[in-house]
Antibody, heavy 121, light 107 residues
Framework: QIQLLQSGAEVKKPGASVKVSCKASAYTFTSYGINWVRQAPGQGLEWMGWISGYNGDTRYDQKFQDRVTLTADTSTTTAYMELRSLRSDDTAVYYC??????????????WGPGTLVTVSS | EIVLTQSPGTLSLSPGESATLSCRASQSVSSSYLTWYQQKPGQAPRLLIYGASSRATDIPDRFSGSGSGTDFTLTISRLEPEDFAVYYCQQFGDSLTFGGGTKVEIK
């Protein structure tokens, strides 16, 4: 069964960084990409960016371009999302979701269970 | 950026009734690039409909999608208790954006 397993909840102070992992299993990691989507409490879905599992190409939403870095380790089939200079409004559940290997524009299936990141002083 | 506007914000219905959810795009979107997701409380979203009208794996046939251009519709016939959830549309014809969601709640 295809699965994306995410790292556990984090509590960070404003100005800090957070790195969330997403381990893929039961499919060929290099044949797909990984997207990152966040959801603030009670809010909708917000796409952050994409990384190709095939060649490491990335694409970021303009809103996050200066603060987020996506990486992928094909040897461990794990993708990472690092968000820097955290603010209170970065408090959200962060999801990884499988997408296309060649283009950030695709359906997302499946999704990881999500990682709650809380930013609080 | 294409803005997707979903309506209504909340739909209050009883089990057995039908639900019609709207997703309107600020610019034309190819049907191939319009997707619907379902999200239940405390869970991650799940792919429901892709290509505007194709059901994803294991999605029951009471879910159907239709539309073209700027107007797309998700229809749920004969609501089951497990269908009460939030539904999001997504487009990836021009960059990638999500609609704000429609909550289908039990009346």
């Amino acid at each position: 069964q295809i699965q994306l397993l995410q790292s556990g909840a984090e509590v960070k102070k404003p100005g800090a960084s957070v790195k969330v992992s997403c381990k893929a299993s039961a499919y060929t990691f290099t044949s797909y990409g990984i997207n990152w989507v966040r959801q603030a409490p009670g809010q909708g879905l917000e796409w952050m960016g994409w990384i190709s599992g095939y060649n490491g190409d990335t694409r970021y939403d303009q809103k996050f371009q200066d603060r987020v870095t996506l990486t992928a380790d094909t040897s461990t089939t794990t993708a990472y999302m690092e968000l820097r200079s955290l603010r209170s409004d970065d408090t959200a559940v962060y999801y990884c979701a499988r997408g296309s290997a060649s283009d950030y524009r695709s359906n997302f299936d499946p999704w990881g269970p999500g990682t709650l990141v809380t930013v609080s002083s | 950026e294409i803005v997707l506007t979903q309506s209504p914000g909340t739909l209050s219905l009883s089990p057995g009734e039908s639900a019609t959810l709207s997703c309107r795009a600020s610019q034309s979107v190819s049907s191939s690039y319009l997707t619907w997701y379902q999200q239940k409380p405390g869970q991650a979203p799940r792919l429901l409909i892709y290509g505007a009208s194709s059901r994803a794996t294991d999605i029951p046939d009471r879910f159907s999608g239709s539309g073209s251009g700027t107007d797309f519709t998700l229809t749920i016939s004969r609501l089951e208790p497990e269908d009460f959830a939030v539904y999001y549309c997504q487009q990836f014809g021009d960059s990638l954006t999500f609609g704000g969601g429609t909550k289908v709640e039990i009346k």
